[in-house]
């Protein structure tokens, strides 16, 4: 059984595949020539996808034909080409060309996961006794399509994220438009929050420290739900990666599946197709 549904993964593998550079059957300088066949890349994309869905080791998921030193080298060896985040901006291009994005409403907010390895990205978490922990940055839209990711430590407060990320959903998908509401919680009720959304022409409605959350919800709630979706995969709750690249490849393609997944669904109502799934939840 798939770790996703065939429905999300197809489309993804297509995209993904067609961004990887073209290798030659066998392994370019092994010492013995023609010894050794490269694994084919869509076999250690279904390991890594394994991997990701279900948060175990690359050992548990190795099988004969895929070894655990292949799906790292090729892990890292992906990360460092950025695959996943052209992936995620295809996926983007995708969902604007038939849903709409409304980047005119963004909502950011950051969530803290464990990372028991540590690691580049790790620090220590002030909501876990100061074991070692990952914060994600996510920026969202106004239905909770993921735009832009930053990853840094547990111990990094969300105030000084707020730039970087929102300069990461500017790279992902372009250019902002020109009148943008910034929705932030009470953690980024500071004096230097609001400079940053002063200096971008940004308009933004914060949350008030000492003002209960349900009173002043707002619309943030959609990048909330967002980092609930991003939770589901195993990897993303546990991350035991130390390399920031990889961490922020395995960040950016669950963010094309969140994004593919919010794509279908709504696309089934208002579209019909050859092979439209029929599942109503899709992991």
Sequence with gaps: MPAVPSCLLEPLWDQFAALLPARGEFVVGHPLGCHQRRIADRTVFEHIVL???????????????????????????????????????????????????????????GCITKAPSGGEKAGRSPVDRGKQGLKRSVASDACGVPLGIVSDGANRHD????????????????????????NLDRGYDSTKSRALMAELGFTAEIARKGVPAPIQAG????????????????????????????????????????????????????YRWDGRPTTRRLK
């Design 51 to 109: 991997a990701l869905a279900h948060g175990s080791g690359y050992e548990r998921v190795s099988t004969p034909g895929c070894s655990d030193r292949t799906i790292r080298r090729r892990v890292k060896e992906w990360a460092e080409q950025g695959i996943s985040e052209q992936v995620h901006a295809l996926a983007l291009e995708a969902y604007d060309r038939v849903i709409g994005l409304g980047p005119s409403e963004i909502s950011v907010d």
């Design 159 to 182: 105030s000084p994220l707020l730039g970087p990320t929102l300069e990461a959903a500017k790279a992902q998908v372009g250019p902002l438009p020109e009148t943008v509401n910034v």
């Design 219 to 270: 619309k943030r709630w959609v990048v909330e739900r967002t980092h609930s979706c991003m939770n589901d995969y195993g990897k993303l709750r546990r991350c035991t990666e130390r390399s920031g690249s990889v961490v922020d490849f395995y960040l950016y393609l669950v963010a094309a599946l969140v994004t593919l997944r919010m794509l279908i669904r709504r696309a089934t109502t208002r």
